[in-house]
C-alpha cells in the first residue's frame, strides 16, 4: 500500500506536502473515490462528508457467482463504513458494470429514502430477463420506490451536499454503449467518470455541451482503456492530471497502447493508475486550493479489498506493458 498528496493542475500531478494543520483539515472533510480491483469488471464507491454515498456501476464479466459475490462485499463494505447509499448510476447496460446491483440491493445496505438511479436510454434497459430482470425485481422490491431518472440528449444538474454538484451527461445511439458521463464537482475539485463509450460518442457529447463541462482533475478512463474510445480530442479538452482505469487481465479489460499513448501525450507528468497493476484506487480531496492546484490524495492498496473473494489479481507493469496492443480501426479517436 502507498499513499501521497499530490497537487493537481492542467494536465500535472505534482507530489505535495501539506502541513499538519492542512492535513487535519483534509482529515475531518472530504470526497473519497474508490475503484475496486474487480477485475473484468467495474466498480466505483464515492463517499461524501456526512456518510453519504453513491454508485458508478458495480459488476463483473465473470458471471452470476462472482456477481454475487460482488454485490456481497459491496454491501458489507457499505456496512463497514456505516455509508447510506443515496444514489446509483449504472452507466450502461453491460452485466461487467451492472451486474452486482441485483446482489447489492438483497443484502439490505442502508439506503436513502428514495434511492435515486440514474440511467441512459437504451432497449437494453427494457429487458425483463438475465441479470437487467434481476436488478428490476430488486429494486421494486425495496421499502420505498425508487426514483428513476432517465437521461437521453439531456444534462441534469443535481445539488448532492453544500459545495458538492454532480452533473449528468448523456447522448442517444451507441447502443448498449450510451452512457452516462458524470461530472463531480467537490469545491474546487472536478473528477468526470465516463462508463463505457466510444470516441464517436464522446465527441458528440463535448460539441453537444462544451469543452468547459468536463474539464476535470481526474478522468475515469471510458471502456476499461479500449482502443475504441478516449479520444484525443477529448482528453484534450479535459486536461486530467490522473486518468484511472479499471482493467484485468483479458482483451476486453485491457488499457491498450494506443489509448495509453493518448492519455499520455503532450502531458508528461500526467499519472495513469490502472486496477490490474495497482490495486484498489483510491483518491480523496478536500477539494481546496493548494497553491495554484487542487490537494487531493492517492492510495494504492493491493491486494484490494475484493480480489480475493473475486479472484481477481494485480500484475507487474512490465508483465502488463508487453500485453497492450494497438488497433488501426478507430482512426477517429486520433483526431484532434
Not at 36 to 62: M, Q, T, Y
Not at 165 to 184: C, E, M, P, R, V
Amino acid at each position: 500500500m502507498t499513499t501521497e498528496f499530490v497537487k493537481l493542475t492542467e494536465s500535472k500531478a505534482q507530489t505535495a506536502h501539506p502541513g499538519a494543520t492542512r492535513r487535519t483539515k483534509f482529515a475531518n472533510s472530504h470526497l473519497e473515490v474508490r475503484m475496486f480491483n474487480v477485475g473484468d469488471g467495474e466498480a466505483i464507491l464515492i463517499a461524501f462528508p456526512n456518510r453519504r454515498a453513491w454508485l458508478v456501476d458495480g459488476g463483473s464479466g465473470s458471471g452470476t457467482k462472482n456477481n454475487q459475490k460482488l454485490g456481497q462485499q459491496l454491501a458489507a463494505y457499505l456496512h463497514q463504513r456505516n455509508l447510506v447509499l443515496e444514489a446509483l448510476v449504472p452507466t450502461h447496460p453491460h452485466k461487467d458494470h451492472v451486474g452486482a446491483v441485483a446482489a447489492l440491493l438483497h443484502a439490505g445496505p442502508q439506503l436513502a429514502d428514495p434511492l435515486t438511479i440514474y440511467r441512459s436510454v437504451d432497449a437494453t434497459w427494457s429487458l425483463d430477463t438475465g441479470w437487467i430482470g434481476d436488478f428490476k425485481q430488486e429494486v421494486a422490491k425495496l421499502p420505498s420506490q425508487a426514483n428513476w431518472v432517465t437521461l437521453q440528449n439531456a444534462h441534469r444538474e443535481v445539488s448532492v451536499a453544500d459545495g458538492v454538484k454532480a452533473h449528468l451527461f448523456a447522448g442517444s445511439g451507441d447502443g448498449a454503449y450510451t452512457s452516462i458521463f458524470l461530472h463531480l464537482r467537490f469545491r474546487q475539485a472536478r473528477l468526470l467518470f465516463t462508463g463505457d463509450s466510444h470516441c464517436g460518442y464522446e465527441r458528440d457529447l463535448l460539441e453537444r455541451f462544451g469543452e468547459e463541462d468536463f474539464r476535470a482533475d481526474v478522468l475515469k478512463v471510458t471502456h476499461h482503456g479500449s482502443s475504441s474510445g478516449t479520444s484525443l480530442k477529448v482528453v484534450n479538452a479535459i486536461k486530467p492530471a490522473i486518468a484511472i482505469a479499471s482493467t484485468a487481465d483479458d482483451g476486453g479489460h485491457r488499457l491498450e497502447a494506443d489509448t495509453l499513448q493518448r492519455i499520455r501525450q503532450n502531458a508528461a507528468k500526467r499519472r495513469v493508475y490502472e486496477t490490474v497493476i495497482d490495486g484498489d484506487i483510491i483518491l480523496r480531496t478536500d477539494g481546496e486550493a493548494y497553491g495554484v492546484g487542487v490537494l487531493y490524495q492517492v492510495e494504492l492498496a493491493a491486494p484490494g479489498l475484493f480480489e480475493a473473494a473475486l479472484g481477481a489479481t494485480t500484475q507487474p507493469r512490465a508483465t502488463v506493458d508487453a500485453q497492450r496492443s494497438s488497433s488501426p480501426n478507430h482512426p477517429e479517436c486520433a483526431e484532434t
